[in-house]
Structure formats: C-alpha cells, structure tokens
C-alpha cells in the first residue's frame, strides 16, 4: 500500500508495506535497555488456588502479570506532564500518530567538563525539507549495545538545551532520541533540555513528545521518512512505544 505526503510543494510517497522498526522491546529480566536507576521489567503468570497462568508450567493459558518502569525500561514516548506540576496525559496530548520526519546521525562532541553533549551547530543543517515536525536523532557510534545497556550512574551523552530550542524554532513537534533522556543524567533537576522543547512554564507545547531510547540500525540512512508513533492508552504521563518509520521517496509524478 502507497501513501502521498505534502512537504511545501512536493509530493513523496511511503510504501506502507515496508516497515522499519525502531522499537527496543522489553523482555522479562535484565536482558533490556535501563536508566535511572529503575528495576527492570518483570513478568510472572497469575497464580489463584489450582489455577497457573502459564502454558509452559501446566496451564490452559498464558495470563501474566507486567511490571515495568516506562521511563525506564526501553522505548517510550512522554508528554509534558513527565515535568509539569500540572496533569497531562500522553493519550490527551498525542492526538495525531503519523508525521513527516527526519532521521539523521550526530557524533555527541566531548565538553570541557567531560561530558558528551550533542550541540546546536550540529544540528542546523538537519532539517531539509519544510513542513518536517520530527525529527530522529541517532548518535554515533552505532552499536547494538544500545538494546540492552544499563545505562544508570554512566553520565550518557544529551542534546545541549540550545540544540533543543533550536528544533523549537524549525518547527520539530516530536524529537526522538536512542539515548536515555534529551537531558543529563543528574542536573539537579533544571530540566533544562525538557523545558527548552516543551516551553513550560510559559508557553507549554503540549501536543509535543519526546520519545527516548529508540534504536536505529546501522543500514538505516539518513533521510526523509514518514513516522508512526505507537503508544498505549495509559492515564499516565508516558507509554512504552512503538516506533516504525517508511522510507519516504519522491512521487513519480514529482
């Protein structure tokens, strides 16, 4: 199945049969992507009288019980009241599920203070097309470790809160990232990067999401894809995600 996407005065097409997944799914152990210091996940059959909700130890179905910590535990996607001494719900923010992205590759640059920042000149000349509201960051080097890094007590590399208000300005609605936060590790809770894309207090955004901890594989390139954001209607302020993007190329009759 073909589907056309408008960027300005162009028309590009995605083939909606061509799936790329970005998603880190989250598995019953230690075998998962954490940060923060968070358990990780957890999942048991319910147990009741004679009753086993499990196939593997004798029952007539698998019925498990789930622990988790979205923010985490692997991929997921956060609204503003992930910082905003307000309510804010992910299933009340995120409304519209598909958006014309970009995906693109940034080397985090070392700073003085030894930490590993990913910096406004790096990304102003990351968006090419008008009309993209998000964008997908994957960080360089690549390697599969990303799917099952502990990345707690590491000091991980984080988008500097310029390079955050300058995807503000060129119009991103949904920033992605393969680390475990836009922001440091430990700030002392300033948030700074959080604030920067959300503009709270003053001016919230708040049909705008962060999603953390995607993965991209190496033979993905860089370019212009159509994002699907998958999330669960959970009265929370986050969701576990599914991300899946197809290759946007340019119609035939462009």
Not at 133 to 140: D, H, K, N, V
Not at 168 to 182: N, Q
Request: glycine share 6%; charged share 20%; hydrophobic share 35%.
């Amino acid at each position: 199945m073909i589907t056309t996407v408008r960027l300005g005065h162009k028309s590009l097409s995605a083939n909606l049969s061509e799936p790329i997944d970005l998603t880190i799914p989250l598995k019953n152990g230690p075998e998962n992507p954490n940060c923060f210091w968070a358990p990780m996940p957890e999942f048991s059959p319910v147990r009741a009288g004679n009753f086993v909700g499990s196939t593997a130890e004798g029952g007539s179905v698998n019925f498990f019980n789930v622990k988790i910590n979205p923010h985490g535990n692997g991929t997921h996607t956060e609204c503003v009241g992930h910082i905003a001494t307000e309510r804010y719900v992910l299933s009340e923010c995120l409304k519209q599920f598909h958006f014309p992205a970009v995906l693109v590759s940034v080397y985090p640059q070392h700073t003085d203070n030894g930490d590993r920042v990913i910096l406004r000149e790096q990304l102003e000349s990351c968006i090419p097309e008008p009309g993209i509201s998000a964008l997908l960051i994957r960080t360089m080097p690549n390697d599969s470790y990303k799917k099952t890094t502990n990345w707690s007590d590491s000091n991980p590399p984080y988008l500097h809160h310029e390079a955050v208000s300058f995807l503000v300005e060129k119009g991103i609605r949904h920033l992605l990232i393969d680390l475990p936060s836009v922001d440091r590790e430990v700030d002392g809770g300033e948030l700074l990067g959080h604030k920067a894309f959300w503009q709270y207090p003053e001016n919230t955004r708040t049909d705008c999401t962060i999603t953390e901890m995607i993965y991209v594989p190496g033979e993905i390139r860089d370019g212009l894809y159509l994002l699907n954001i998958q999330t669960l209607a959970i009265d929370l302020d986050v969701s576990p995600s599914r991300i899946v993007i197809y290759k946007l190329v340019s119609s035939p009759e462009d």
